[in-house]
Structure formats: structure tokens, C-alpha cells
């Protein structure tokens, strides 16, 4: 009889100490991976492509996401680096480095085709980030992780006189026998990965 209120107690203490335990902050990084050939945008967008301060237009802009374990406090996701539009922005100006396109970041850009004559560039590109949140949510023996991503790319081309604007939005929801933060970052990069991809493999 002792033995099994001592294990109650024991249980109750560690049940206790779960809901009392401090909430954390994971930092995550968004980051755009091309998985595909981006050496032909020259000829679409010309030898130059300015890029224009991202917009978060989110209404909640301190996190990009939430997990809620069986046991214990909600802990929250962060992009790093912070703020969000800065980490997807050096993010493709990176990727687009890299893949051989000449990329001058610009100061603003007012998404508006009367504007690109005042631009340097060949082409402007911005964006303005919608949604971007990833929820997981445990049971027993699994964790459901949705995630959504929104994007509006606008892109301006000098030679054709005109602003170009896509709406991508992505959810994607899987399940999974435990939840990582190196797991919910992946799922983050791809579908930035897959939206990036479509607009750039036919930016217009």
C-alpha cells in the first residue's frame, strides 16, 4: 500500500512539474534550396534583378509556429534570422547568387509598373508573406504538424513594361511518430523550396 502512494505521488510530481515547466523558444531557418536548374533566368529576366525589402504582413510577427505536447506548456518556433522577411530575403538572394544570377538588393520598391523606370535594375522582385505558421499537436503516440505558407511574389521586368504578381499558397499536414525542430524546419525548406521553384521555373 505505501509503495503505491509513493508512486502516485511520484506521478502526480512529475505530471506537476510538466505543467509548471518553463515554455520554450526553438529557432528555426527558413531557407529557399534550389532543386532545380535556375541558369536560364537571365533570359527572362535580364542581367540584373533587384530585390526590394520583403513585407510580413502577418498579424502575429513574433513566431512562425506553435507545438503542443500530451504533457507540458506549448513551445514556440522562431525564424533565424529574425525577422522573418529578412530571413526569406537573404535566403533567395543567396540561392539566386549562387545559381549565377547578379542580384543588387534595392532600398523600396512600390510593387507598381509607372516605377520601373526608376529602377537600375533589369528586373525588381518583392515579396509580401502572407501566412507562414506550422502547428504540431502530440497524442499519445503520434504528432500531427500542419503548416501554411503564403506568398505573394511580385515581379517587375523592365522590358516588358509590367509587374507580374503570383499567389502561392502551400498547407501541406503530415503525421509523424515524434516531433523535432530539425523535422518542422525541414518541412518549412521544402515547401519554401516548392514555391520558389514553380514561380522561378516560369516567372511570368
Sequence with gaps: MKLKIYLLVV???AIFCLDCAEARTYSLSPRYQPTKDLGSLQQKLGS???IAPFK?????KSYIGAHTPLQSVKTHFESSPLPLEKALQES?????SRSGVQVVPLPTWDAKPESLKNIDTDSVLTVEIKKFWTEGNASLFRTNIRTTV???IHLG???EGRVFTRNAEVEKEITVSRSTPQRVEAIINQIISDIF???LSSPY
Design 11 to 13: 506521478l502526480f510530481a
Design 157 to 159: 521586368v523592365k522590358k
Design 197 to 199: 521553384d514553380t514561380f
Design 56 to 60: 510580413d504582413e502577418r498579424k502575429e
Design 150 to 152: 503564403q506568398l505573394v
Design 48 to 50: 540584373t534583378l533587384g
Design 92 to 96: 533567395l538572394m543567396d540561392a539566386l
